[in-house]
């Protein structure tokens, strides 16, 4: 069972921009905290995004001011902006879900979709 699907992934070079997209269930949507972590090879998991069903945002520090955030509770989905991409952003990135706070590492989310690559080269 598939219930949060991501696309947008892909290779870009270092400055480019990547939008990531995720979709699932009107009731998952309406219920919880949407977000986006990532996990490097060798590297723990980490959370990059959170947007709360109000529209509440939070970003980890290395992000801010270049990815961007949003939900859409109509056609429940949440995307992930990312602009001015570093090298140090390639990772595999996550769609999450949960009906409370975000952790640093992702351990209490419920919901994952499977992931999708982002590679940015030097």
């Known amino acids: 069972q598939v219930q949060l699907v991501e696309s947008g992934g892909g290779f870009v070079q270092a400055g480019g921009s990547l939008r990531l997209s995720c979709a699932g269930s009107?009731?998952?949507?309406?219920?919880?905290?949407m977000g986006w972590y990532r996990q490097a090879p060798g590297k723990q998991r980490e959370l990059v995004a959170g947007?709360?069903?109000?529209?509440?945002?939070n970003y980890t520090d290395s992000v801010k001011g270049r990815f961007t955030i949003s939900r859409d509770n109509v056609e429940n989905t949440v995307s992930l902006q990312m602009n001015s991409l570093k090298p140090e952003d390639t990772a595999v990135y996550y769609c999450?879900?949960?009906?409370?706070?975000?952790?640093?590492?992702?351990?209490?989310?419920?919901?994952w979709g499977r992931g999708t690559q982002v590679t940015v080269s030097s």
């Open positions: 999450a879900a949960n009906w409370g706070p975000f952790d640093r590492t992702g351990a209490l989310i419920r919901y």
């Open positions: 009107k009731r998952i949507f309406s219920i919880n905290t």
């Open positions: 947007i709360t069903p109000s529209g509440d945002t």
